[in-house]
């Protein structure tokens, strides 16, 4: 049976997968595993709730509530936040669960649950598949006293943004900044964050409907950032998707500055400053060759993960490393927060762009880009990736034509019912010719 638990929490298209019905049966199943795995032992249970504007996460917010509420668990809702606002929040008001509704940058019909611990850390594997086998079943209910209370928490955002300004070890003045929202849970404590830091702010695709989060905007869509920036004169652009835990960024002439390149900037900006633990970046196999390579020439080692960012974090943690993340724009510094936070990422690339007095562009190019051609492969049966036949002789053919010069990766998406071929080589002809060949034996082969 499919696992219902993906690579980052439950989801699927709001009110078809993803149900009031099946919300609230999580919730209750989650807080009977948390109390009897003893997290709640001696105190009465606190969740913290918070989601990003879709409107279908209204009811899911009614339905989540309610599970835990009747399962004796007491509930702050937090309403419309980033992810790493919750998962910050979870932390320091003590809570033994965190829940955000959110399915980060894919389009608004679809949603997702996704639950953090206590100390705002997701839960692992064991514990989610603890929740799914207990789904369902007879319980006894609390009554009376016994059952979870539930308030509004809107002092939230501010205690967010007061947290991501102590971070900065100096001030933005004299930056123009570009920031495109998504129309997402941060539309409004990024661009505050990024003013009280000093930076003048133009804010695009700040006014979330409930419709309009990702449409055509944020970081899966720079296009507009780029020409903003470039309009504006603005010496960088920002971009985070729905729920903010990633952050892509422009230059002041529109070229993208991805999750690599913003790394390589941190990590040199770290060792500098003696932050940089073990002088280790931790990265996912999803990582430039460029980027590898910039890390072997500055002497800095790096540590690399499966695709996902709790594979990152569980690496960092491992090792006790404080810098992580994956070329898609989810940056993890521990030493600041337990998730990927776009804002945080960047408050920190933008502090060091005004504490070197360097353009973005030239501290990006610390690395140089090996050309990579990605193809999502809609449509296709993403189960069956690892066992065909066909698909394995496919990739062997292509990475033969390669040999050291580059490297296929193909991988099902954790997240959405697609599969993703990546060709990486010095010749970006060949890595198209390549990657769309494969595209079309995936498509072939499990369609």
């Excluded at 049976?1 to 919730?27: I, P, W, Y």
């Excluded at 850390?121 to 609390?142: C, F, G, H, S, Y």
């Excluded at 809609?378 to 066909?390: G, I, P, T």
Aim: charged share 25%; aromatic share 4%.
């Amino acid at each position: 049976m499919t696992r219902l638990f993906g690579t980052d929490g439950v989801r699927g298209m709001a009110n078809r997968e993803l149900t009031a019905e099946l919300a609230l049966d999580l919730s209750v199943a989650a807080a009977h595993v948390l109390g009897e795995v003893g997290l709640f032992e001696g105190h009465r249970p606190k969740a913290v709730v918070g989601r990003d504007p879709r409107a279908s996460g209204e009811f899911l917010e009614g339905a989540v509530v309610a599970g835990l509420a009747s399962a004796g668990v007491d509930v702050l809702r937090l309403g419309v936040l980033p992810t790493p606002a919750v998962a910050y929040l979870t932390e320091v008001l003590g809570a033994d669960l965190g829940v955000v509704l959110s399915a980060s940058h894919n389009p608004a019909p679809d949603n997702g649950i996704k639950f953090l611990a206590r100390g705002g850390v997701k839960l692992d594997d064991a514990l989610e598949d603890a929740i799914e086998r207990r789904m369902n079943e007879q319980w006894t209910r609390p009554v009376g006293a016994a059952i979870g209370r539930v308030r509004d928490y809107p002092e939230g955002g501010e205690r967010y943004v007061e947290h991501l300004l102590s971070t900065l070890p100096n001030r933005l003045d004299g930056l123009k900044v570009v920031v495109d929202e998504a129309n997402g849970a941060a539309f409004h404590v990024s661009p505050e964050a990024l003013r009280r830091a000093g930076a003048e702010v133009i804010a695009t695709h700040v006014e979330p409907d409930g419709l309009n989060i990702n449409d055509n905007c944020g970081s899966t869509h720079l296009e507009g950032l780029r020409a903003a920036v470039v309009a504006h004169g603005a010496d960088a652009g920002i971009a985070h998707d729905g729920d903010a835990d990633r952050c892509l960024a422009v230059d002041a002439a529109g070229e993208e500055v991805d999750g690599d390149q913003i790394l390589a900037v941190l990590a040199l900006a770290m060792r500098e400053t003696g932050t940089l633990t073990g002088g280790t970046v931790v990265g996912t196999v999803m990582a430039n060759f460029g980027f590898k390579q910039a890390m072997q020439r500055e002497g800095l080692n790096f540590v690399e993960t499966a695709v996902g960012d709790r594979y990152v974090l569980e690496a960092m943690r491992a090792g006790g490393f404080v810098l992580g993340g994956e070329q898609s724009g989810h940056v993890i510094l521990t030493d600041h927060a337990t998730t990927g936070d776009g804002t945080l990422t960047a408050l920190h690339l933008l502090a060091r762009v005004a504490a070197t007095g360097r353009p973005l562009a030239e501290l990006a190019a610390v690395m140089t880009k090996l050309p990579q051609v990605m193809i999502n492969v809609k449509d296709v049966d993403k189960s069956r990736a690892a066992s065909s036949a066909e698909l394995a002789q496919a990739v062997k053919e292509a990475e033969a034509e390669l040999g050291d010069t580059g490297r296929v990766l193909l991988r099902p998406s954790g997240t959405e019912p697609l599969v993703r071929v990546m060709v990486e080589a010095e010749d970006a002809e060949l890595a198209r010719r390549l990657a769309e060949h494969l595209a079309g034996v995936v498509k072939t082969a499990l369609g």
